[in-house]
Each structure stands twice: as C-alpha cells, then as structure tokens.
C-alpha cells in the first residue's frame, strides 16, 4: 500500500525531523513519494516517481529547514495505477468558489459505483484521484444548493456523508486539506496514529520517534484547524479487513484480461 503522514499545527514548525523518520520507510513504498507545504500566503507540492530515499531533489529539501503550518507527505507503493508522475500523490483540485483541496490516500477502493465515471475524467489512474473528484463535485454541488460556499461545518458535513456512502467494503485511510481544515479517517485497524502536543496535532501511518502516539479513533471522520480537533462525524462502522483475493479482479481489470 503507502504511508502518509499530516500535520495541522498552531504556527509553522519545523518538520524536519518528522519527515526523514517518515521518508526513511521509502524501501517498502518506492513507487514515489510527495510532500504538500499548505500555508495561506503559499502553497508548495513536490512530487517525484522515485524511491524518496534516493531523491536527490528531496535529499536538498530535507537539509534546509522545512517550516509549515500545515503538510502532507506520502510515499507510494503501486496498486491501481502505473508508476508514474500522474498517480503520485498528492493530488489536488479546485472547486468553482477557487478554494483548492488536497487528498493522499493509503487504501484501495474495490467497490464505488459513485466514483466510476471519474475514471474517463482524470489525468491519472488511482482510485485516490477519483475520491478527490467526487469530493469536488459534491462540494460544487453544494455551491449551486447553497448560492454561496459551504461553511467549514457544512463542508465537515456533506464530507462525512461522502466517506460513510463510500467506506463500505473499502479501505479509505485518508488526509484531505480544504485550504482552512484538515480532515482524517481511517477504517483499517492500527494503521493511522496521532501524535498531540503544544504545537499541534501529527498523523502518521506508523508511529514516529517522539512518543506519544495513539490510534486515531476509527471508522469516524475527524476535522482539525490550526492544530485543535474541532469536528467528529459519524461512527459508520464499516471496518475494512484486508482480503488478498479482492484484489485479484482489480488486477485483471487493470490489465484488461
């Protein structure tokens, strides 16, 4: 699969530290890597189809003081999608008020009818990018209902929706930044964890040096900003448990056999 990490922080601080630990487990994900620096006054989104371990590019980031307020990375091991730079996360995509959102994606969606139309309508080949795309319509959806921009609590809501409609049978470990929230999910056991203190809260798919880490509470949507947790959704229920043959047709289907 891949591992992805987040940070909603108070300031910016630096993350140096954090992203070598999380970098450094590039061997088991070497299908590429990314990294998202999310601050209101600039944005930055770096991606490579490379081991991160072997970037030379992000060997240079990483030795220069890396500072946000608010980051994603991944690093990616190719289920769906060949290795290329299209299918690195993170991916990113604009609603029509202009507000961009950012996904990255640890998981594997083998059952959505809702997502399928997206496969005709995305640069890439990943199930990630078409969650992303849905998540844009239905926020453009929202815009038309409401004649206005959802609010942050109406965003919280309608994204809860989308992830107890789209949570059965799948494995949706997700990070997703709307330019003000950062949202996390999982519901696949003991594979996303935070990590609180004063200058805010970290998420990763393994637990990172500094201790502290908890499980991130499961099959629930959770809305963070500026380091706080400030939403809860549902407690859908729908746990993900890992079935190798499941991704047999997902192969064949690839391949086209």
């Known amino acids: 699969m891949c591992e992805i990490y987040g940070f ?5 601080m630096k993350l140096n530290k954090d992203l070598r630990e999380f970098y450094s487990h590039s061997a088991d994900h070497p299908n590429g890597w990314g990294l998202a620096l999310l601050d209101e006054e600039k944005t930055e989104i770096f991606k490579e189809v490379c081991r991160a371990d072997r970037s030379g590019f992000l060997k240079e980031k990483l030795g220069a ?5 608010t980051a994603l990375a991944h690093i990616r091991l190719a289920t769906i999608g060949n290795v290329e730079q299209d299918n690195c996360h993170p991916f990113t995509a604009a609603d029509n008020s202009g507000r961009t959102w950012t996904l990255i994606h640890n998981g ?5 009818d809702r997502l399928n139309k997206y496969i ?3 640069k890439g080949e990943t199930d990630s990018e078409r969650i992303l795309l849905y998540i844009i319509d239905r926020m453009n959806e929202a815009i038309r ?4 921009f959802p609010t942050e609590a109406e965003r919280f809501e309608i994204l809860d929706e989308i992830i107890r409609g789209s949570s059965p049978k ?3 470990n997700l990070l997703i930044y709307d330019g003000a929230v950062l949202y996390a999910h999982t519901n696949f056991r003991d594979s996303l964890y935070f990590r609180r203190n004063k200058s805010g809260l970290t998420f990763s798919t393994r637990p990172l040096a500094e201790g502290g880490w908890n499980s991130v509470p499961f099959t629930t949507l959770l809305g963070c ?4 947790l400030l939403y809860t959704g549902t407690n859908h229920g729908n746990e993900y448990f890992f079935d190798p043959s499941a991704y047999k047709p997902l192969y ?5 056999l």
Do not use: D, H, W
Not at 65 to 69: D, E, L, Q, Y
Not at 145 to 148: E, Q, S
Not at 225 to 228: H, I, P, T
């Open 108 to 112: 594997t969606v083998f059952e959505c």
């Open 145 to 148: 209902l409401f004649r206005r």
């Open 65 to 69: 003081p890396i500072k946000s307020k």
């Open 252 to 256: 064949m289907a690839y391949s086209g």
């Open 170 to 172: 799948n494995k949706l």
């Open 120 to 122: 005709f309508l995305q």
């Open 8 to 12: 909603s922080g108070n300031r910016k």
């Open 225 to 228: 900003k500026n380091g706080e």
